[in-house]
């Protein structure tokens, strides 16, 4: 069961589906029969169940963005696709199968939500938390199924609920040939991800001006955050020194990463995993970032990276950056990270639930 | 099944709460063995399942209001409960025990989200609809379990969706006691319900303006509906002839019903079914409602109030209130909207169902 805001594989953003893409693809090389639940519109190598007509994220305007009123015309409340009434819709259609005894093992990508279907099906449901876990008022839903297996995405994302029975901590893997290995780096930082206060992103901006270097930036500015990214980043824009980029999608997001000097990754919360820190040790980018969640399992410190305390530990680690060898990061993103590992890892998992 | 927004029986506003409650006192009345899942607080003559430690409208401060923001001491993303997990942990408590064979016949009041259940457990699920087929973002849920069991609220409510498997209309049923009858009127009008465009408040301040009559109004101003109120209603009201008593419970409110020379009812939408106008009528008073939805069914044209099309036919009527009985408007609720009544519909359904 994948997420169904975006279709698979997600053309921009869309970490979760993403991620279930490559798993899929990965499951279907190894030999194993999967059937997907995921939103219209996806093609995978996969049976797919379609659930849903549309993706969340790229329903059909004008229903969409229409505000909920009462129209005299049809006499109904009209308004937007409700998501909670689609997303159980997509639930149901699976758990039905499953509890028909269709499948070995339900995998759920799916935040919470499908584990309250859990005792009612004739297979176990194994879910990967993808940073649920983060959200206190999701807590009551993972503490009623917490003998259910659980997978996490790092060692460090079960601080946030260290009750649960999990089963395996499986690294999120990337397909390495996307993101080609590159030894030879220009000179500017990158930042990529959302520009959120938890991300860091003005933190990133605050590097490169101490340090004098060139930074990039990418990625999605939420609505609820145009004030933070306003205050925070918006000002040094000079498209010189510092520079936004916009939301990239992964092809186009690719090039920066190989020949950037470094990524940075200042954020200030335990983000349970970082998909733009392996994409980019991928292309042989070395690493800065704060200690936090994941990063320290992904980074071999003064090999592919550097964790750091503070901004000046950051200032530091900038100047230090020739020491990183280009070749070391690839090689970590190869031995650890791949999409074909990731499935390995999930292979395991639902070889020891499904005995 | 209960909503979990408000514990039974509600204090003030909650009508699919109070609906609940009433059948579930007259059920345990007639001998059947009722189990009630519900927040926390609830207080009623059958068993409860207390699945929520509070009521989603009465959760305690300062986490009901909390804005979600990441939270460094805790590391969590902290916030205001989540009402759907929190829903769908109520359902899910009654579904794996109706999946367990607990139950002869599981009856949902929450919209359309336990019916996703529906083909999991092992006995009949009947959902009364409560008015949910009126919002449109609803019709994919309700479309896909087409073949379950409905009850409408009236006739009129299945105009909303007409595809729907609908085994009865039960009309809702109140405590007749709670409204005791008076044949002794005052001259004001009233309005009651929720100050919002459908419901015409503003309606009803023109038709107090046009026959000079004093007109008392009580009900919530719904926070999105705070320009509708200042617009249409707040300027005429003087303390005088037209006045705001505020939301009002139901105890409260009863006294106003009792004097009033007729409650006004100029909703423009197909309301499935109206407690104020059953209330009112129990207490021996008229109606005067405009022609949408249930309330011709609720009225005897006539004799207990009137149907009007217009704002001219709304004056007019006032002047015909006379040769309205108020015998006539108390025995209309005794043969038709007691408790008692609405229990004797269920439990024709529940046998339908069970066989």
């Known amino acids: 069961m994948a997420p169904i805001s ?21 499951l279907v090389k190894l030999g194993h029969d999967v059937t997907v639940f995921a939103a219209a519109g996806s093609k995978v190598s996969a049976k797919v169940v ?6 969340l994220s790229l329903w059909p ?5 229409r505000p909920q009123a009462h129209d005299p015309k049809t006499g109904l ?23 028909g005894g269709d499948f070995d093992v339900v995998h759920s990508h799916l935040h919470v939500h499908a584990l309250m279907f859990a005792r009612l099906i004739r297979c176990p449901l194994v879910s990967t938390l993808h940073g649920s876990a ?96 306003d205050t925070m980043v918006k000002p040094y824009i000079d498209g010189k020194q510092i520079e936004y980029l916009g939301l990239l999608s992964q092809a186009e997001l690719a090039p920066y990463y190989r020949k950037a000097a470094a990524v940075l990754f200042p954020i200030n919360w335990a983000e349970p995993f970082g998909l733009v820190a392996v994409e980019a040790q991928a292309s042989g980018t070395a690493l800065i970032a704060t200690r ?7 980074i071999r410190e003064g090999e592919t990276g550097f964790v ?19 070749a070391a990061c690839r090689l970590n993103a190869e031995s650890r990270f791949s999409a074909a590992h990731m499935a390995k890892g999930y292979e395991g998992v639902y070889q020891l639930l499904a005995q």
């Open 292 to 298: 936090f969640g994941a990063l320290p399992e992904i």
């Open 308 to 326: 750091v305390d503070s901004v000046e530990e950051a200032v530091a680690a900038v100047d230090k950056l020739e020491t990183i060898s280009p």
């Open 134 to 229: 983060w959200v206190r008022s999701a807590h009551p839903a993972l503490l009623a199924f917490r003998e259910m297996p659980f997978v996490s995405l790092s060692d460090a994302e079960r601080q946030f609920l260290p009750e649960l029975n999990y089963v395996a901590t499986v690294h999120n893997g990337i397909r390495l040939e996307h993101f080609p290995f590159e030894p030879d780096k220009d000179d500017y930082l990158l930042f990529a991800g959302r520009l959120s206060p938890e991300k860091g992103p003005g933190v990133a901006v605050e590097i490169a001006r101490r340090t004098g270097r060139r930074l990039l930036l990418a990625g999605m500015i939420e609505p609820q955050y145009q004030d933070y990214y």
């Open 50 to 55: 379609e659930t849903c007509p549309h993706a």
């Open 61 to 65: 305007e004008p229903e969409r963005s």
């Open 77 to 99: 409340l009209e308004g937007p696709p409700d998501a909670r009434v689609l997303e159980q819709l997509h639930i149901s259609q699976c758990m039905e199968r499953a509890a």
């Open 6 to 26: 975006w279709a698979l594989p997600p053309e921009g953003y869309g970490p979760w589906e993403l991620v279930a893409y490559n798993l899929v693809e990965e």
